[in-house]
């Protein structure tokens, strides 16, 4: 069976500083990834997606970025962290040709 | 432009009471929709996905219906349970394009 993983769980960050989360699936090869984010109370915004190792497209034009170094392997990342960027960050995966999507179990950022 | 509106934003009612949550959409041309629950602070988790030839589909005490012609679904939620209070998400996808269009979610509060 097919399951992913995401780290840290929470997170409180200064403004300003680095960010790194990662997100894992083990079961299943050339998985399409994506990475949301939920403010609260809102709905889910598609931030980046990914078909393949080192192919990422961006959703949003903002300060984070993203990054595939294995098959089945996706970073979120920032340089500096916003107060905007505060929020819940979710990583899915879809097999190849569907359309389903499966979700991580979700990273609070809290940026103070 | 793709869009998902969902109603009612949120709802609250009687444990054992039924219940229907609206998706109405706009994405063209229709692949499918799924209704997805997300409990807070947690990942969003499927529930049904219809195609355009599927106009019912039932998970347990969740049903789903859609109507392909006039662009609208329903969730309908039998003898509610507390365990139903959550955020119930409808999703869409169109034919040509690995992206989904997300609606902001229907917050639903079981109470005793």
């Known amino acids: 069976s097919q399951t992913i993983h995401q780290w840290p769980a929470t997170l409180v960050q200064p403004v300003g500083s680095p960010l790194s989360l990662e997100c894992t699936v083990e079961?299943?090869?050339?998985?399409?990834l994506y990475w949301y984010r939920q403010a609260a109370g809102r709905g889910l915004q598609l931030l980046f997606y990914?078909?393949?190792?080192?192919?990422i497209s961006s959703e949003v034009p903002q300060n984070l970025s993203a990054s595939r170094p294995q098959d089945r392997q996706f970073i979120l990342s920032s340089k500096k962290l916003l107060l905007s960027d505060s929020g819940f960050y979710l990583c899915?995966?879809?097999?190849?040709?569907?359309?389903?999507?499966?979700f991580g179990p979700g990273t609070r950022l809290t940026v103070t | 432009k793709n869009q998902v509106e969902q109603s009612p934003q949120s709802l609250i009612i009687l444990e054992g009471k039924n219940c229907t949550l609206q998706?109405?959409?706009?994405?063209?041309?229709?692949?499918?929709l799924r209704w997805y629950k997300q409990d807070t602070g947690r990942g969003p988790v499927s529930l049904t996905i219809?195609?355009?030839?599927?106009n019912t589909k039932s998970n347990g005490r969740y049903t789903a219906t859609l109507d392909a012609d006039t662009k609208q679904s329903s969730l309908h939620i039998t003898a509610s349970q507390l365990s139903d209070s959550a955020s119930y998400i409808c999703?869409?996808?169109?034919?040509?394009?690995?992206?989904?269009?997300f609606g902001d979610g229907t917050t639903l509060t079981v109470k005793p």
């Open positions: 899915a995966w879809s097999r190849t040709s569907g359309y389903e999507q499966y």
């Open positions: 079961g299943t090869s050339n998985p399409n």
């Open positions: 990914s078909v393949g190792i080192g192919q």
């Open positions: 998706c109405n959409y706009t994405v063209s041309p229709f692949s499918n």
């Open positions: 219809m195609t355009f030839s599927e």
């Open positions: 999703v869409v996808s169109a034919t040509n394009a690995g992206k989904s269009t």
